[in-house]
Structure formats: C-alpha cells, structure tokens
C-alpha cells in the first residue's frame, strides 16, 4: 500500500510565503519523477512543476521564478517553495508521484487548500 501525503498548505497573505511537503511512503516502492498539481472550482487540474528523481525541474510559466520545487531521496519527500504569492494559486495542491520501479504505477495524494488573501 502506497501513501502520499501533502501537508503545509493553508492561508498566507498576497506576496508571502509558504512551504509544502509531500511524503510518499510503501513497501516495494520508491518514488521516481514527483509533481505538483493544483485546481480550483470548476476548472482542470493543472501542473504546476516537476523534478525528476536526479534532481530535473520543469515549472508552469505562471510560477516559474516564484516556485521552486525540491526533493529529500533519503527521506521519499518533496517541497513546495511558494513565494511571492498571489491570489490566483489560490487552489488545491496535490502530489503526484511515479513508482520509479514501475512507471506505470502512479499516485495521488488528497489534495491540500493553500488560500492567498488578505
């Protein structure tokens, strides 16, 4: 059974800052290429940036210079670092992670509200 786990989300003032984390945890599983998603009411989830097991990102261009996403292997996590935000990546956040050990095996996690507001 594998688990993914985000955590950190919550409300954060337009121009602040916040950091997510997504721990991915399963027997005969490690994690590959991980990502970040985000959706809001009545739109398609979109992706918001990936980084590959050596370390490879790739961002949205709504985020890039903003985000920065990373990964601790030792620990099968990965971060989030949202600065500057703003009040359009208000949404819910989720993980995505690959079985590096079968790329066909994919996981979600549940989906964390991060709001920016004042």
């Known amino acids: 059974q594998v688990q993914v786990v985000e955590s950190g989300g919550g409300l954060v003032q337009p121009g602040g800052s916040l950091r997510l984390s997504c721990a991915a945890s399963?027997?005969?599983?490690?994690?590959?290429?991980m990502a970040w998603y985000r959706q809001t009411l009545g739109k398609e989830r979109e992706l918001v940036a990936t980084?590959?097991?050596?370390?490879?990102?790739d961002y949205a261009d709504s985020v890039k210079g903003r985000f920065t996403i990373s990964r601790d292997n030792a620990k099968n996590t990965m971060y989030l670092q949202m600065n500057s935000a703003k009040p359009e990546d208000t949404a819910v956040y989720y993980c995505?992670?690959?079985?590096?050990?079968?790329?066909?095996?994919?996981?979600w996690g549940q989906g964390i509200q991060v709001t920016v507001s004042s």
């Open positions: 995505k992670v690959t079985n590096r050990f079968n790329i066909l095996s994919q996981y």
């Open positions: 399963g027997s005969g599983f490690g994690p590959g290429t």
């Open positions: 980084i590959s097991r050596s370390g490879s990102t």
